[in-house]
């Protein structure tokens, strides 16, 4: 058994506003470079506002990109936030404690990068918040079609943002208490306003707690109808056969809590290593998600499965002739090797030893590994079925990406590291108060003459 | 009008001789820019009737085929039900239109049209100094950004339209003549309206050899198609 | 979940000792009293009954086809989904170190013996299914053809069904050796001297423990793998592939899903059963149901969810296809069954389970428990039937939506013949199987402890890394 340090509410406290009060030089450096990636992006933007949509790789019948690619993966990543935080939360699980502010600080980060795809993407940007409700036309007197999965898109982010945002903002309230008291100047002013009178009294704590259990109910059926949506937007297109399955919604689901879960993973092992985190962020934390990953990652192959298959058996020639592309024709065939491999087969045997989860740098890899694999996996469903949409082979292409859609991907990744660091400069990233309340409850249980860890249990 | 219009198209692969006339009438009729060599290798090139051309048979017993693809103008577009913004509907006239003002470029639509015959403006459009005095002033040039389809040449049916109220009369069969349509020098295509039961187009629609694009998936298409007379063809598919 | 307050702390613990409640358990596992008797004799004469329906419609000419035999794969699929599935309930809280599940995981997993019950109804329904030429089965679309892979698709059905069997048998007699050893020491003649062999030498050194709980691991999550794919296989080479043209992706993981809610629903009744006629009051309480129940709530809304994701396609499509295929599957003639089997499945179970003093009860679980398998049941019939009675099974579209196919007087037989197979199996196997975990029990005393926090009594959870 592994021996945990006993902490202090003293420690606690010092550990985790070590990043908010005491920022390290490298700290700096580190956010001056990724906001140089970001500033290159919008420079990319720029480029392809004032020039045309035409700097992009897309071309007929490709008509969607990487834009598109990165817009799926960054709303997948989105997922984990709740997937952590609301799910375990109501279930309890003690190892959540210091994954879910990195979980749904994440989730905001993705998300709200990913709610920028559809601007770059757009022929005519400025006009885009006709496709957003309200977005009402007062020159033509039109609303937007609520046919459209475009519409439904911008309706699910959005709630599924302000819900998280929410969400981050309550379980913050005692975390900006303390930093609250410990801070001066300007710096003060402003958490104490965020900290919204926060004494902790009985009555705060428990209303905070009622909220908090209420926001995670009432978030999920967001959290699964946002990748749900934008699963739609390719499945109910009949014109696109590869595109055109009833698997996509929980396949989607599934692919963004693997992907999302795997994400945090790799946040918090770099947290983790930049702020020498080791008591808080420990291996057995890691040890729980990763047997959690390995169930997800195993529910989404069988979907996985479950899709090729289907799509495969009716043997009709566009859908053999699209499997073909995405399975054996270059490049795609190297792709598809590389996400099966990094998707699942690498990591997940991995994972089933114990050495490999509770070792950090490993996780850290294997946990990249799938999302570099899930990136691809999103390639491989876009783009491919595009090239080949119907019989009609005139009109089959291809698609090569343009140096400015690279820029703009490797922008978001920059844009949402920024962001997390951003927060981790200014809240605590893992919550104090979370924290606290796992050392208090924890305990152990003598079982013969093993001390067994344990924790209490309100009901 | 009594009743409603339908435009609609029929098109005789057997008369097509793949002579491209109706493309080079629709460039100009609709002003469509010059498609440059790098736009057919971006496969950006803007055609809103383009000559599809299958290779039938194995070499050297090879035979070209020639189908005339343009917008369907399907009764149950699968391009406008995705539209996010209305940017596409169809008019009581069976029409399936486009407004490009109101286009926003989500390219949706394109993606959902199995005909691949919707178009997207990747630049802003530029014609060669020669050409600034073809363009047809009653087209609108469309901004780059926004999606574009053949309409049937609509400006031509309005024109008419007007015309044939100003003199008291109605519109016949043959009034309305699409670009494509009049520059075809087979008599390929014929444009008129379906729901006018003597109409040319109406009795075509009759015609035995007559079938239409990706008709499975339900979309109604406006456009018939007449199958190839071919007297060497053993019993294949027609596109 | 927080309730407020210090009120209201339920801790089920047990009162006794575990070595009282190995005699307890043991001894009701060797009574026989006569009510006991009287049950297993209705229930084979019910079973008895399906044979007469089986012999009925076979002798009807029936073998000859696929078509009259909708009903009998409606009930295959319908105890793949509960009693077979059952044990996942055992599986997947042992994964999640839950407590929970101790006392109800026995329960759960001796639902495995029905395995013998699915292979014998497989038999008449692989012989009657048609061949794959000129259709297309799951694993090689065209290539059945040219005689490869072998046997495809019967031979792949019954491969999964019966490793599905044999894993489930093993999981149980793997979980209950412990109990079997304890139970041979005080049970003597032939009972005894079968224990000591299934006992397999127990004794319970440390490598004897490490390998059981390696074996229930492996077991377990094999056994997760093969009911998921016996799901997947059965829907579809009993179900989708004999409708042509269907291709409905979500459906396979749609019905495996119903077989996680229905599992559940299916130990949450059996607990019922064995709490008020077994006299084991003490030993299931209502944080069981609770939490069985908890677990329910959030698989009907999946189930919900599923559906509706494999609806909005077809629906949205509109393409003439997916219109013949909404008509067969839900809104055609099956209409009505399809109704009660979303206000059963989803509908009841949301508005009555998601008030929580509900979900806490014994009482309120049950009830939407048995809503759940009638409409499972239903949702079995209306699908299996349904695709059973497709004509013209062959080529690439479906050409017309068949009416609905009532039940004759053979089809009701083996239907209620089937249910009656499937509990008497059960409930001889409680009777040589304790129905109590024991050596979980024991465990879960050990790892749960109630000890003050602060003045308040709370219930402490031990999980061992």
């Given at each position: ?75 997948g990543?989105?997922h984990?936030?709740?997937m ?143 990748h749900?949506?934008?699963s ?13 399955a009833?698997i996509f919604a929980p396949y989607f689901v599934i692919g963004a809590v693997h992907s999302g879960v795997a994400g945090?993973i ?23 998600l990763a047997r959690l990953m390995i169930v997800v990652a195993t529910a989404w192959f069988y979907f996985l499965v479950i899709e090729f298959f289907l799509g495969i058996y ?9 499997r073909?592309?995405q399975v ?7 792709t598809f090797i590389v996400f099966l491999l990094m998707g699942y087969f690498v990591p997940v045997p991995l994972w089933l ?13 294997t946990t990249?590994m799938v999302n570099i694999g899930m990136w691809l996996e999103r390639f491989i469903i ?78 | ?239 | ?91 997947a809280?042992?994964f ?42 799951l694993l ?20 999964v ?57 492996v077991?377990g999550a094999l056994y997760f793998i093969f009911i998921v794919w016996s799901h997947t296989t059965?829907?579809f ?12 992706s979500v459906?396979p993981a749609w019905q495996a899903l119903?077989?996680i ?45 599923f ?159």
């Amino acid at each position: 058994m592994q021996l945990r340090p006993a902490l202090t509410e003293r420690d606690i406290n010092r550990d985790l506003l070590r990043p908010v009060l005491a920022t390290p030089i490298w700290f700096y450096f580190l956010l001056g470079g990724l906001a140089i990636g970001v500033c290159t992006a919008i420079g990319g933007f720029a480029w392809a506002v004032n020039h045309g949509t035409g700097v992009y790789g897309i071309n007929r019948p490709v008509m969607w990109g990487f834009l598109l690619v990165n817009f799926v993966f960054w709303v997948g990543i989105s997922h984990a936030g709740v997937m952590l935080s609301a799910i375990l939360r109501l279930s309890n699980a003690e190892w959540r404690r210091p994954a879910t502010r990195a979980a749904e600080v994440l989730t905001i980060f993705a998300l709200g990068t990913a709610a920028l795809h559809p601007v770059f993407h757009t022929g005519r940007p400025w006009r885009i918040y006709w496709s957003m409700p309200p977005g009402y036309d007062f020159g033509r007197g039109i609303w937007p079609d609520v046919r459209s999965p475009f519409v439904w898109d911008p309706t699910a982010i959005s709630t599924y943002l302000t819900g998280t945002t929410l969400f981050v903002i309550l379980l913050l309230i005692p975390d900006l208490a303390v930093l609250r008291d410990r801070s001066s100047g300007l710096m003060q002013k402003v958490y104490g306003f965020l900290s919204m009178g926060w004494k902790g009294n009985t009555r705060q704590w428990k209303l905070q707690i009622i909220a908090g259990f209420l926001l995670s109910a009432l978030i999920l059926p967001v959290f699964v109808s946002v990748h749900s949506i934008v699963s739609w937007d390719f499945a109910v297109q009949i014109a696109v056969e590869g595109w055109h399955a009833t698997i996509f919604a929980p396949y989607f689901v599934i692919g963004a809590v693997h992907s999302g879960v795997a994400g945090v993973i790799s946040v918090l092992a770099l947290l983790r290593w930049m702020f020498r985190w080791e008591n808080y962020i420990r291996d057995d934390h890691f040890d729980a998600l990763a047997r959690l990953m390995i169930v997800v990652a195993t529910a989404w192959f069988y979907f996985l499965v479950i899709e090729f298959f289907l799509g495969i058996y009716p043997a009709e020639e566009p859908e053999i002739s699209l499997r073909t592309l995405q399975v054996f024709e270059w490049p795609f065939n190297a792709t598809f090797i590389v996400f099966l491999l990094m998707g699942y087969f690498v990591p997940v045997p991995l994972w089933l030893f114990r050495r490999v989860r509770q070792n950090v740098a490993l996780m850290f890899w294997t946990t990249l590994m799938v999302n570099i694999g899930m990136w691809l996996e999103r390639f491989i469903i876009i783009i491919p079925s595009l090239m080949r949409k119907q019989p009609l082979t005139f009109s089959w292409g291809s698609y090569n990406p343009s140096p400015i859609e690279l820029i703009l991907v490797a922008g978001s990744f920059c844009l949402v590291f920024l962001g997390v660091l951003t927060f981790s400069k200014f809240f605590p990233i893992i919550p104090l108060a979370d924290a606290k309340e796992g050392v208090a409850l924890e305990t152990h249980v003598r079982v013969g003459k093993v001390m067994v860890p344990a924790a209490y249990r309100e009901e | 009008m009594a009743v409603e219009r339908k435009w609609g198209m029929a098109v005789d692969a057997d008369k097509c001789t793949g002579c491209q006339a109706c493309v080079v009438a629709c460039q100009s009729e609709n002003n469509i820019p010059v498609n440059e060599p790098d736009h057919f290798l971006q496969r950006r090139a803007i055609q809103w009737i383009r000559i599809e051309r299958y290779w039938e048979g194995e070499f050297p017993d090879v035979r070209a085929r020639f189908v005339p693809m343009l917008c369907q103008h399907c009764e149950n577009a699968p391009c406008e039900s995705v539209c996010p913004v209305f940017a596409t509907y169809h008019n009581n006239e069976g029409l399936n239109v486009q407004v490009y003002n109101r286009c926003i470029g989500t390219r949706f639509c394109a993606n959902n049209d199995p005909w691949n015959v919707r178009f997207f403006n990747f630049w802003e459009p530029v014609w060669p100094e020669t050409l600034r005095n073809q363009l047809n002033t009653d087209v609108s040039v469309r901004s780059r950004g926004i999606m574009e389809k053949c309409t049937f040449c609509i400006q031509r049916i309005r024109r008419t339209t007007r015309d044939a109220g100003l003199e008291g009369r109605e519109v016949t069969d043959g009034d309305v003549v699409p670009a494509c349509v009049q520059a075809c020098p087979t008599n390929a295509l014929v444009f008129g309206d379906l729901n006018d039961h003597d109409s040319q187009v109406a009795h075509l629609r009759e015609d035995g050899r007559q079938y239409r694009i990706l008709d499975h998936l339900g979309t109604e298409p406006s456009v018939y198609y007449m199958a190839k007379i071919d007297p060497y063809a053993a019993e294949g598919e027609h596109a | 979940m927080h309730n407020g307050g210090p009120h209201g702390h339920h801790v089920d613990l047990l009162e006794r000792s575990s070595e009282e409640a190995a005699g307890e358990v043991l001894g009701w596992t060797e009574r026989t009293g006569p009510a006991y008797l009287l049950v297993v004799l209705v229930l084979a004469a019910v079973a008895a009954l399906g044979v007469v329906g089986f012999a009925m419609k076979a002798a009807d000419g029936g073998l000859d086809s696929h078509h009259p035999w909708g009903y009998l794969a409606a009930a295959l699929a319908f105890i793949m989904t509960t009693s077979l599935s059952a044990p996942l309930v055992a599986i997947a809280p042992r994964f999640g170190k839950a407590h929970w599940n101790r006392y109800v995981s026995r329960i759960a997993e001796t639902w495995s013996v029905v395995g013998l019950l699915s292979i014998l109804i497989m038999v008449p329904l692989l012989l009657t299914l048609p061949s794959a030429e000129h259709r297309q089965t799951l694993l090689m679309y065209n290539k059945v053809a040219e005689g490869w892979p072998v046997g495809a698709p019967h031979l792949y059905v019954a491969l999964v069904l019966v490793f599905t069997a044999i894993n489930g048998f093993g999981l149980l007699w793997a979980s209950a050796i412990p109990d079997f050893a304890l139970a041979k020491s005080r049970v003597g003649g032939l009972r005894g001297a079968l224990y000591s062999k299934l006992a397999l030498g127990w004794v319970g050194t440390k490598r004897q423990w490490r390998a059981l709980r390696a074996g229930l691991g492996v077991l377990g999550a094999l056994y997760f793998i093969f009911i998921v794919w016996s799901h997947t296989t059965i829907s579809f080479d009993f179900g989708q592939s004999l409708v042509p043209g269907l291709r409905d992706s979500v459906f396979p993981a749609w019905q495996a899903l119903g077989g996680i809610q229905a599992a559940l629903a299916t130990v949450i009744v059996t607990s019922f059963v064995v709490r008020m006629f077994g006299g084991f009051k003490e030993y299931i309480g209502v944080n069981q149901f609770w939490s069985m129940a908890k677990l329910m709530l959030a698989s009907s809304l999946l189930w919900m969810y599923f559906w509706w994701s494999g609806f909005i396609i077809y629906w949205y499509a509109k393409t003439p296809q997916a219109q013949d295929f909404l008509q067969l599957m839900w809104f055609g003639p099956y209409r009505t069954i399809f109704i009660i089997t979303i206000i059963c499945n989803f509908a009841l179970v949301l508005g009555i389970l998601m008030w929580n003093p509900v979900r806490k009860s014994i009482l309120g679980p049950t009830i939407v428990s048995c809503l759940i398998i009638f409409g499972a049941f239903l949702d079995k019939i209306r699908i299996y039937v349904g695709f059973y009675s497709v004509e013209e099974y062959t080529g690439h579209i479906l050409q017309e939506v068949p009416e609905a196919v009532p039940p004759g007087l053979g089809d009701g037989l083996m239907v209620a013949g089937v249910i009656g197979g499937a509990l008497l199996l059960y409930t001889l196997a409680i009777k040589f199987v304790p129905i109590f975990n024991l050596w979980e029990i024991r465990e879960g005393s050990m790892l749960q402890v109630i000890r003050p926090f602060k003045r308040l009594p709370l219930k402490i959870l031990a999980k061992p890394e």
